[in-house]
């Protein structure tokens, strides 16, 4: 027997194509191609049994907000999560929202199709690999990655740190030694210091790293001190 269902993605090829699939396997499907903050408001009004709900970045804060909204307006809906390869948070996150399951979108119609079985069961339909990636990780987890800004700083001298800050405000090596108290050629050799340890070619590409990495929020107020 087919199940009434709803595909709800912002990508409307991604949906047509899967609800004209799932049409073909004898289930009754809608497709909606809607964004985000109008996927849940679409559910609710048509209330189908199960919906597979597409979401970009299951690790952006709030991307399972239209789950919880479904839920709560309509518990009796099954909610299939449609994304990329998800982290360990994310397929954590999907559940605690009140997901039924999580179908990564290269899943074939195959597995698409048990999932929602499952999930109109009561089932959680989530595919092994996905579990065992997730317990992986999470009982071994990578070192995160480091920190960058901090890494760029321990590389500086607090010297040469107020030196970036200044070029990041587009100081010229004239307002750099005059701001500093230093002679232009003194400072001239900071800044090509700076930028040999940064790893950069010009003084826009360093003000541009720094910015990047926030690192310029991580050196405080400037303060000229001794050489």
Do not use: W
Not at 94 to 102: H, K, L, N, R
């Amino acid at each position: 027997m087919g199940v009434r269902l709803m595909v709800v993605d912002d990508h409307r090829l991604l949906a047509e194509a899967l609800a004209s699939a799932l049409k073909l396997r004898g289930h009754r499907v809608l497709a909606a191609a809607a964004p985000a903050v109008g996927a849940a408001d679409l559910v609710i009004a048509r209330a189908p049994e199960v919906c597979l709900l597409g979401t970009a970045a299951p690790a952006e804060p709030g991307a399972f907000d239209p789950v919880v909204k479904i839920k709560r307006e309509r518990p009796q809906v099954a909610v299939l999560v449609l994304g990329p390869v998800p982290s360990p948070r994310g397929i954590a996150a999907a559940f605690a929202a009140g997901a039924s399951g999580y179908v990564r979108h290269d899943e074939r119609i195959e597995g698409v199709e048990r999932a929602i079985m499952k999930a109109r069961a009561g089932e959680a339909a989530v595919a092994p690999q996905l579990l065992q990636g997730a317990f992986g990780e999470l009982l071994n987890p990578a070192a995160q990655p480091d920190d960058e800004a901090q890494r760029l700083l321990e590389m500086l001298t607090p010297r040469e740190v107020e030196v970036l800050v200044r070029v990041a405000d587009g100081e010229d090596t004239r307002l750099i030694a005059a701001g500093m108290g230093i002679a232009p050629s003194t400072a001239r050799t900071h800044v090509q210091r700076v930028l040999m340890k940064l790893g950069v070619g010009s003084r826009l590409e360093a003000a541009a790293l720094a910015a990047r990495t926030g690192l310029l929020d991580r050196a405080g107020p400037l303060n000229s001190g001794p050489e």
